[in-house]
């Protein structure tokens, strides 16, 4: 019992220690004005597979130029990843900048400019497969199941030392049984 209270111990403090450096690590990149997306479609490949995550950090607009890859906004709930194959002055006010943009597995430009206010940023790191797990974790049911995950590795972590708890007071009050009916025998013995 103790080996398996062992190996649940050290799997509950593996687990927990990953867990919090994961977070703490997301955390101290969100205050550094990275994001962390999932590639959701195959309009990078091969730079950016579908499912995996980029780490995505604010660039200065100025900077960019024709060859850059940069994440822009589309609409309220939609990030686009794609590079840029061209830096348009407005015509209307030439102290702004739009960028024609393309998926690098695309045929054919993106239909729409980009304007330089919906530039997010540009990415700087890429995890294949990781925006998979990321994605199931955002979103029911893989949330349900990393709590319902959590609740159990919990459980199972506290378990062996409340079946312990029963054990030594189980052999606690079987001692103390053992103990009167010893003294009972030497109070029959002594009369």
């Known amino acids: 019992m103790e080996k398996i209270k ?10 927990l ?3 919090m450096l994961l977070t703490f690590a997301l955390i101290g990149l969100r205050f550094a004005g990275v994001y962390a997306l999932t590639v959701l479609s195959g309009s990078m490949e091969p730079t950016y597979p579908t499912g995996s995550m ?13 060859g ?3 994440t822009y906004i589309i609409s309220d709930n939609t990030l686009v990843t794609h590079r840029i194959t061209g830096v348009i002055p407005d015509e209307t006010d030439p102290g702004i900048i ?6 690098d597995a695309n045929n054919t430009e993106d239909m ?23 994605n199931f974790v955002k979103n029911p049911p893989g949330t349900y199941i990393v709590i ?24 606690n ?10 003294a009972d025998d030497i109070a029959v013995k002594s009369e």
């Open 112 to 134: 729409f400019l980009v304007h330089e206010n919906n530039v997010v940023g540009t990415p700087i790191f890429c995890v294949p497969k990781v925006g998979y797990v990321i």
């Open 148 to 171: 319902a995950g959590a609740s159990l590795v919990v459980l199972l972590a506290f378990l062996p030392d409340l079946f312990a708890k029963d054990e030594d007071e189980d052999e």
């Open 68 to 70: 850059d890859i940069i």
């Open 6 to 15: 062992n190996i649940f111990s050290t799997l509950f403090t593996v687990l």
């Open 173 to 182: 009050e079987q001692e103390k049984k053992d103990s009167e009916a010893d």
């Open 98 to 103: 739009r960028f024609s943009t393309k998926g």
């Open 17 to 19: 220690s990953a867990l």
């Open 54 to 66: 980029i780490l995505v950090k604010p660039v200065d607009v100025d900077q960019l130029a024709a």
